[in-house]
């Protein structure tokens, strides 16, 4: 949702250090793909990170309510801008709203020290 696009992180590539990630907090990322450059997100928890595809399985819409947001109020689950879906951190499962049991699309993600990697 920035002005300017961020350029597209390469798999193997670095996204970010962990300590620019509020914990638990969120950002959104582009990333390399054969289709083209595509939107994840990332969501740190504790010294966890995980990857998703930004997209709601529901309708297909980027999920953050502003930028770098994709938490709920609490900071407890993802939620989806648009219908309020709320979806499990860890796991990316949808546990409310109109695309329950639902997943989000899954982006492989690790640590690597104090770097967050896509993987590849």
């Known amino acids: 949702m920035t002005d300017a696009p961020r350029p597209a992180v390469a798999p193997g590539g670095t996204l970010c250090r962990l300590a620019d990630l509020e ?3 969120s950002k ?3 990333i390399a793909t054969e289709r083209g450059p595509r939107s994840m997100f990332v969501v740190r928890k504790g010294d966890a990170v995980y990857g998703y595809v930004n997209r709601c399985p ?6 953050e309510w502003k930028d770098d947001t994709f938490l ?15 979806f499990v951190i860890e ?7 109109p695309c329950w049991k639902a997943s ?10 104090d770097l967050v ?3 590849g």
Request: aromatic letters at 4%; hydrophobic letters at 35%; a negative charge.
């Open 23 to 25: 914990d638990p907090g």
């Open 28 to 30: 959104e990322f582009r």
């Open 58 to 63: 529901h309708t297909g819409v980027t999920l």
């Open 72 to 86: 709920d109020y609490d900071k407890a689950l993802i939620q989806c801008s648009m219908h309020g879906a709320r």
């Open 91 to 97: 796991t990316g499962e949808c546990i409310s709203g």
């Open 104 to 113: 989000l699309a899954r982006v492989e993600v690790r640590r690597d020290g």
């Open 117 to 119: 990697v896509l993987a």
